[in-house]
């Protein structure tokens, strides 16, 4: 299966863990399409099976400045394409901020809803004030996004 991913990362955090999802997908024998830079076009031209989105939390509960022309486009032009596909988000922040935490994942969550992508697993929150090691805290809830993918 084709797996597509993107992120929006302010200090690399998010980058890191979907760089780490990227070799465990592909030790479990998925392709995967990953550009941090990456734009809706590149995003279609890999046509996913399956997408999944990694996003920090910056300000009152925002996206980070790297995945808004992203996170516009896709809201902009709803591809078909992306329509009906299974997907999953993990959202990064920082629980010390209540009001806000994990907000960049929300919007993202928002947005697979909005697009038509089947979150075949519910959104992952990592919290920074419990862990130090996102990129492993993530490994349960892609071995069960995987599972799912198989069904």
Not at 35 to 62: K, V, Y
Not at 108 to 117: K, V, Y
Not at 129 to 144: H, I, K, N, Q, R
Request: charged content about 20%; some cysteine; proline content about 7%.
């Amino acid at each position: 299966m084709k797996v597509a991913l993107f992120s929006g990362s302010v200090y690399g955090a998010a980058e890191d863990v979907a760089r780490h999802v990227v070799q465990l997908l592909e030790a479990a024998g998925h392709q995967c399409y990953y550009n941090p830079r990456g734009d809706l076009a590149a995003l279609l031209a890999s046509q996913p099976d399956a997408l999944i989105g990694i996003t920090s939390t910056t300000g009152m509960g925002e996206l980070p400045d790297n995945l808004l022309p992203l996170y516009s486009e896709l809201r902009d032009q709803l591809p078909a394409p992306l329509r009906g596909l299974p997907g999953g988000v993990i959202g990064l922040g920082d629980s010390s901020y209540s009001d806000s935490f994990c907000g960049g994942g929300e919007l993202l969550a928002e947005l697979f809803d909005e697009l038509g992508i089947r979150q075949t697993t519910p959104m992952l929150r990592l919290d920074a004030s419990e862990s130090v090691t996102p990129e492993t805290d993530a490994e349960p809830w892609l071995a069960e996004f995987m599972q799912r993918l198989e069904q």
